[in-house]
């Protein structure tokens, strides 16, 4: 069954320059990983500063696999102490 994972993350305005490239590394590395189906990354047009990413994964192992990996564990913790505070992931599954 496939899952999406949404992750939020709000950077102060004078910072959002430095958090982009990091996404998009991310993001690249993400696009290699088995499992990886597809994604998106959305900025907030109302609020600056915020950013979400949509990605959809063949299974939730898949997603664990990667979201626990050190690869991307490494490029995390620049962007966590980035924004100041650990990063949240939401799962969903479709009904």
């Given at each position: 069954?496939?899952?999406?994972?949404?992750?939020?993350?709000?950077?102060?305005?004078?910072?959002?320059?430095?958090?982009?490239?990091?996404?998009k590394e991310l993001r690249?590395?993400?696009?290699?990983?088995?499992?990886?189906?597809?994604?998106?990354?959305?900025?907030?047009?109302?609020?600056?500063?915020?950013?979400?990413?949509?990605?959809?994964?063949?299974?939730?192992?898949?997603?664990?696999?990667?979201?626990?990996?050190?690869?991307?564990?490494?490029?995390?913790?620049?962007?966590?102490?980035?924004?100041?505070?650990?990063?949240?992931?939401?799962?969903?599954?479709?009904?």
């Open positions: 069954m496939t899952v999406k994972i949404v992750i939020k993350r709000k950077v102060s305005k004078d910072r959002e320059k430095e958090l982009l490239p990091l996404i690249i590395l993400t696009t290699r990983q088995n499992g990886y189906i597809s994604g998106e990354t959305l900025k907030r047009i109302d609020q600056p500063g915020e950013t979400v990413v949509v990605s959809t994964w063949k299974t939730v192992e898949d997603w664990n696999r990667w979201v626990n990996s050190q690869e991307r564990a490494a490029l995390q913790n620049k962007i966590d102490i980035l924004l100041g505070q650990e990063t949240k992931y939401e799962i969903y599954s479709h009904i």
